[in-house]
């Protein structure tokens, strides 16, 4: 029997002008049921003189206020969501990248449809039934998507912390895909070799880092060095519901699954919105959330749509640019904002620096220099000289001057979840 080669064979190669059509029915039907049965929603609709039945084409969401984080957060949940209590059937929470956790109620119909997103996504990045999956973060959804397509999950009871055992369990269980955040991932590689398993010599043979964004020369270098394929690269906030977008086979952009949400790029200063190729903020429309919709909400992540064309792997979903970071970890440097991504791929490329690195913010506003702590290997001998060709990369590579601190590698803090790589020692007034 020839493999299946889409999870969702339908929606994965429906042809574009079908599946706006599709978009179009969800997106009345969200903004309907948001008016209808959210209060949060009714009052931000009536303050913009929007009426549901003002959504007549894709292009009319436009006419919807944007909606910050800070003000979805702010307002009771109970004013927000669109089902009475008694049929939210499972509560999730962001992993707190902002420091403060929110409560996503979900209905058993949202729960379904986050495990099939699930499904898609994993194999769309490779997974397969037989595949034994670490996975690390406890992510429930994940682990029921893992049985339902029919791979086995090993969500070890070790405890996220205890990363000892868990690469003993995986050895000893034969997994084949470890799933982690992705600076959890590096530590558990390298931990590993302390623990003096060569990850080679075990049935592992796919690493996928989760929840940061990351650079193609960082992957490459990881790849050579653990002996392993990291799978593409996926996209999804908690508030979304799970993944939302994922790279194909080609790693040329994640496919947007757009039957699931409509995304739109606006300049995050001016609110102006960005065609294809152009850099900007990602505003999200949930399309099939049920308890909690998102409409217009400002992600707060960097990233493009792609301009559209054929895929060579047969799927008809759109495309965007894998995301570039979080506006709020950012420097603007001479001019330009620098990412961690973008400097994350200048470190992957220098032989002799570690992965571990720290942008430094030393003083509010615009930097002369862009200033980065990062480890080195223990092999390197000539500090002044790595410095000095770390210095050249970042002028050659992203137009700015900057400034190298070279440390000993394993004396930066290692991340509990995701890395911190802005770090400021100014006092914020
Ligand atoms: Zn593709």
């Avoid at 706006?20 to 049921?33: D, F």
């Avoid at 944007?66 to 702010?74: G, Q, T």
């Avoid at 080679?200 to 650079?215: H, L, N, P």
């Avoid at 970890?329 to 220098?350: C, I, L």
């Amino acid at each position: 029997m020839a493999e299946r080669k889409y999870w969702d064979l339908e929606i994965e190669t429906m042809p574009l002008g079908a599946l706006k059509k599709l978009q179009l029915k969800r997106l009345q039907e969200v903004i309907g049921r948001a008016y209808e049965k959210s209060v949060f929603y009714r009052r931000r609709f009536d303050a913009a003189g929007i009426k549901p039945g003002d959504i007549n084409a894709l292009n009319d969401i436009t006419k919807l206020p944007l909606l910050k984080d800070s003000e979805f957060r702010a307002a009771p949940v109970t004013e927000r969501i669109t089902v009475p209590t008694s049929e939210v059937y499972k509560v999730c929470s962001s992993g707190g990248t902002t420091g403060t956790p929110s409560p996503f109620p979900r209905t058993a119909k949202d729960w379904e449809e986050m495990v099939n997103k699930n499904c898609r996504a994993f194999w769309m990045v490779g997974i397969r039934p037989g595949d034994i999956v670490q996975i690390r973060p406890m992510y429930e959804c994940f682990g029921v998507a893992c049985t339902k397509m029919g791979a086995s999950n090993l969500t070890i009871c070790a405890g996220r912390g205890n990363m000892d055992n868990q690469i003993k369990l995986a050895k000893m269980m034969n997994a084949t895909i470890v799933i982690d955040g992705l600076a959890l991932l590096v530590q558990y590689l390298r931990r590993a070799e302390e623990l003096g398993i060569s990850i080679r010599d075990t049935k592992v043979r796919g690493a996928w880092g989760i929840g940061e964004g990351w650079a193609d020369s960082f992957t490459k270098k990881m790849e050579a060095r653990w002996g392993l394929t990291f799978l593409p690269r996926a996209y999804a906030t908690s508030d979304m519901g799970a993944l939302t977008a994922c790279e194909c086979d080609e790693r040329k952009g994640l496919h947007i699954f757009a039957d699931k949400c409509l995304f739109e790029i606006i300049d995050p200063e001016t609110q102006e919105a960005l065609g294809p190729g152009k850099d900007g903020e990602l505003v999200v429309t949930t399309l099939t959330l049920e308890a909690l919709p998102l409409i217009r909400w400002r992600a707060s992540d960097i990233t493009s749509l792609l301009p559209y064309e054929p895929c060579a792997c047969g799927r008809t979903l759109p495309k965007m640019s894998p995301i570039k970071g979080r506006i709020a970890f950012s420097v603007k440097v001479a001019g330009k904002r620098v990412y961690p991504s973008d400097v994350e791929e200048v470190v992957a490329d220098v032989p002799g620096l570690g992965e571990e690195y720290q942008i430094i913010a030393d003083k509010p506003g615009e930097l002369e220099k862009l200033k980065v702590k990062v480890e080195v290997e223990s092999q390197v001998k000539d500090l002044e000289a790595l410095k000095r060709k770390t210095e050249a990369a970042f002028n050659q590579r992203l137009g700015v001057e900057s400034e190298i601190e070279l440390v000993p590698l394993g004396t930066m803090e290692r991340a509990v979840w995701k890395a911190q790589r802005l770090v400021t020692t100014y006092a914020k007034s």
